[in-house]
């Protein structure tokens, strides 16, 4: 079983950064597809990130050039650096896991962003 716990969530002006981490128990972590989903008040959860196993990196258009996913298999942590925030990215933000093997699909509790001065 993996268990997904999200940190670095909080209150920061547009035009600033913030770094979620999202670290992972167990032994499989390095074979899994890790990623960010979002979700803000009264819309649908989307899409953020996605970084496979090998380290191939894809992001939604609203966020390409300004946020970066990383991953650390040492550490069974995945990143995601969040630049020139606005306040659009205003939201909570879910980490995800994806065993291809198993199919199986394994989410943090996440952590909320707020983009406002």
């Known amino acids: 079983q993996v268990q997904l716990v999200e940190s670095g969530g909080g209150l920061v002006q547009p035009g600033g950064s913030l770094r979620l981490s999202c670290a992972a128990s167990?032994?499989?972590?390095?074979?899994?597809?890790m990623g960010w989903y979002r979700q803000a008040p009264g819309k649908q959860r989307e899409w953020v990130a996605t970084?496979?196993?090998?380290?191939?990196?894809n992001y939604a258009g609203s966020v390409k050039g300004r946020f970066t996913i990383a991953r650390d298999n040492a550490k069974n942590t995945v990143y995601l650096q969040m630049n020139s925030l606005k306040p659009e990215d205003t939201a909570v933000y879910y980490c995800?896991?994806?065993?291809?093997?198993?199919?199986?699909?394994?989410w943090g509790q996440g952590t909320q962003v707020t983009v406002s001065s």
């Open positions: 970084i496979t196993s090998g380290g191939s990196t």
């Open positions: 167990g032994s499989i972590f390095s074979i899994l597809a």
């Open positions: 995800y896991g994806f065993n291809n093997g198993s199919a199986r699909e394994y």
